[in-house]
Structure formats: C-alpha cells, structure tokens
C-alpha cells in the first residue's frame, strides 16, 4: 500500500468495517477479460476468514469461477465527501477493504443454510431463519476461502 498511513492492519478495525458495508464487489477475471459485480454477502471471521453469497443457478459469475476461482473483492463504508477552496483541495473520507481467496459453489444442504444464515445474519442480525425449499433449488450458495486482505482508512 502506497499511503501506509491510511492501511488498517488489526483484524478487529478491519472486521468493523465489514460488518458496516453494505455491498461487496467481486472482481473475476477470463482470459484477461475482467468482470465485476456487487453482490450482499455474509463474512465469517475467525481463523479461516470466509465470505458467502447467493446468486441464481446460471450465469456469467458461475463460468467464470470454473475457469478461473481465484477472485478480488472489495467493499467501503463511512463515506463523506468535504470540500475546500479550490478543486484540487476536495476529497473524500471512507474506510474499505480489499482481498483475494477462492471463490467455490458450497454444496450439500447443512452447508448451503450455514452459508445463508451467515448472509442473513450481516443484514438482519441473529435470528433462526427458514428457507423456502422452491427458492433454495433455484438459488447457489458462494463460499469465497480469504487468502489475504487489507484495510484503508481516510
């Protein structure tokens, strides 16, 4: 990181900032052909620190992760734009996270709901949640393994 005076290193300031955004994207790549999306997600921390999302049974993510799981994502939050007298003196404050891992479909039900349940937990807290039977058959489950990742503050 260029500005090592904005990177964020403890685990717990860069779990906060997690728990605090809204969206994550996900960058993957083919054949030098990038594609990102922003999708909700669930973190599961820990030593084995994880990231899960849902998407439908088909698509552009799914072909990309057979032929390439190894992903970037990133996500931000706390943003508040100030101004200044001239243009070159505005700027914006954030806080945000980028990292890497692999990116696979979870498979067998106990693992799909766990992967839900995390999901559902960072947007609704913790509750037991169902799931309808007709809507899981139509929904896959995305585990992202982190391998590394970095926190910025401004």
């Known amino acids: 990181m260029r500005r090592k005076e904005r990177e964020v290193r403890d685990s717990e300031s860069i779990e906060e900032i997690i728990s605090n955004s809204d969206v994550c994207r996900i960058a ?65 404050k954030y806080s945000s996270v980028v990292g890497y891992g692999n990116i696979s479909v979870v498979r067998g039900q106990v693992s799909r709901k766990k992967g839900l349940d995390c999901l559902m937990r960072h947007y609704a807290g913790d509750q037991n949640f169902s799931y309808d039977e007709k809507v899981m058959a139509r929904t896959t489950i995305l585990r992202l393994n982190i391998t590394e990742m970095t926190g910025k503050k401004r």
Not at 60 to 80: A, S
């Open 28 to 92: 993957f790549a083919d054949n030098n052909i990038p594609y990102i999306v922003a999708m909700n997600f669930g973190y599961s921390g820990g030593d084995q620190p994880c990231l899960y999302f849902h998407c439908a049974n088909e698509g552009r993510k799914l072909e990309m992760i057979k032929k390439n799981n190894y992903v970037c994502f990133q996500m931000e939050t706390d943003h508040k734009v100030y101004g200044g007298e001239k243009g070159c003196d505005w700027g914006m």
